[in-house]
């Protein structure tokens, strides 16, 4: 569904991807680690357009979209929640949640994707009026999701969903990830968290500075030794 | 409100479904500039007429600012450039224009565009009001077109780096525009009649300013302009655009991840808001009879900026209310009239009224605010008259103050992005409608 071939990305001078290669096929939990630096979120920003890239090129569904702005991309069917969440502070949490639908017409649907994300965060029903700057970092977390959900995206891309949260938030945020792709929603997974991201996702890969390390089904690379090692905190 | 407005309005449908819905804010502008002349404006008398005017055009020139700096969150330093921009387009066309097709730069109104003091008399629309209301959009266009370009940079540029471009371009636009050839004086009008456009174009006067241009800008144009201002404004606000110009301005990256085109709503912030800041330099152009590039600069910009600010970035009613305040008070600083006795019966009555009205907790800070400034008034009364310091030369100092407090009191502006509909009082009321 998505693929991406010798993709490079500079920030000026720094050279933060050095020709990544990963495809996502439909239905599946895709999973990308490593260490702060990597280039993980960048590999994210380039693929919803924000960041161009030097190099490489990115396919969804069989079109081009690297050259595409981040605009079309979002009605393609590509939605993104942000590192750091990026949830409008100043606005309400319904705010927010119509924002995420803004590029899509469907009243109908629009409505019952609502109402589908609400039951998966039922603690953002009780605060749909509040504004989202005032929400716990966890809630924020939950907004960005159900926000990225309510562009009804055929491929979720979410960046480090676990930050700085609680552990039974996280498990939390972790089901409903599953529960999501369960729905039929395809998601590349960035994340710190290893042991949480390799537990969840089909495939992975991992990497390091700018480079793909490693890539295979997760649960074997949740057993290699270098993964353990180096991201798992094993011995 | 507005969906009690839609409701009247579906009931009477047989009535108003006539006219078609594009047409509606033209209907409801001309019922609104009539009011304000025929109606208001006679009995008031001619100077607060005059003080009426100024005010009605910094409605659309704050309405409209707030467009970039409140909905969108740039920065714009360069509205009175714009406003140069529209106005000596429009100064220029009636001028010329006046001359090419009658031979003289006469006024040529109707009752609609003739300043006379008593009873309106003669015919309603003359030859001339024509070539006023194309000079007054043509001048909009044309400053809508200056906006698309100062807009595309906007794109690269966030805060400070943007103002400083802004900045920038109404400095550029003061230089050219005084840089232009000597005016043909009225005298010489068989002259200008012979030339052709081309050559006229650029003889706007130069460092001495535009002038003798004849006059057709009354209250019945200025608030119809305001009125549509604000209409248009409001249309953006609350259609799907408007949600994409406040997401801009809260975070342009998450913006742009929820499919907001960033390209197209900075641009188009630009473009509305610099059209109407030119439709109101034409109607202050063509109400003084003259322009002068040297007056619109960015001393001018500043104080649109005050009155954007002080209303509350983003919102309609805050950017009109300001606008009022900040024109009166000049005025009122001349001659600053005496709040005792009926000032101070009607700020006692206001401060019960929001006595009433406020939530608990929350009645005492805006009465101390209403009293003290009051008192403040008092105070500035005394320097004015019993000192006698002419408080018009202090009046940047006064701004200053008046913005220092209200950074302290409400960082927000009067009504920060919301508006006058939205307050708990109308609520209640409306809920039950
Ligand atoms: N806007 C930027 N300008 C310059 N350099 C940048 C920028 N964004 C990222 N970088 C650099 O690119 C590299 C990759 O950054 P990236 O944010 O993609 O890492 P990451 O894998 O997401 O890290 P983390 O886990 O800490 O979020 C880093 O060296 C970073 O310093
Ligand atoms: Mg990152």
Known sequence: MLSVENLSVSYGAIKALHGISLRVERGEIVTLIGSNGAGKTTTLRTISGLVRAAAG??????????????????????????????????????????????????KDQIAKDRERALELFPRLRERLSQSAGTLSGGEQQMLAIARALLARPKLMLLDEPSLGLAPQVVATIFKIIREINAGGTTILLVEQNAHMALNVAHRAYVLEVGKIAMEGPAAELAKSDEVRRAYLGHG | MSKLFEETRSLKAPVWGVIPRAAWPLVVAIAIGALVYFGVSPLVGGFVSKVMLIVGINIVLAVSLNIVNGYTGQFSMGHAGFMAVGGYVAAGIVYYGSIKLWGSAEPAGGILSIVQEGPKAGPLWGKGDFLFVISCL???LVAAGAGYVVGLPSLRLRGDYLAIVTLGFGEIVRVILQGSHDQIQPWKAADAAAMPVYELAWKLGGPKGFNLVPTYTTLFWVYFW?????????????????????????????????????????????????????????????????????????IKSFDII????????????GAVLAAVILSILPEALRQPPSLVPWGWVAIAVIALVMGAVLPKGKKLKPIIVLVGTAALWEGLRFLATSVHVNLPDYRMIIYAILLIVLMIVRPQGLFGVRELWDLKVFKRRGGGA
């Open chain 2, 226 to 298: 305001a009125a549509l201002t604000c209409i248009a404004a409001y249309r953006l606000k609350s259609s799907s655009s408007g949600r994409a110009f406040l997401s801009i301005r809260e975070d342009e990256v998450a913006a742009q991840a929820m499919g907001v085109d960033l390209t197209k709503y900075k641009v188009r912030a630009f473009v509305f808001s610099s059209f109407f800041a030119g439709v109101a330099g034409g109607l202050y152009a063509l109400d003084i009879g003259a322009i002068s590039a040297g007056d619109l600069n960015f």
């Open chain 2, 306 to 317: 005050i009155m954007v600010v002080l209303g509350g970035l983003g919102s309609i009613s």
């Open chain 1, 57 to 106: 090129s990115i396919s969804f569904e069989g079109v081009p979209i690297g050259k595409l702005p981040p605009h079309q991309i979002v009605r393609m069917g590509i939605a993104q929640s942000p590192e750091g969440r990026g949830v409008f502070a100043n606005m309400s949490v319904d705010e927010n949640l119509s924002l995420g639908a803004y590029a899509r017409h469907d």
């Open chain 2, 138 to 140: 043509i001048g909009g």
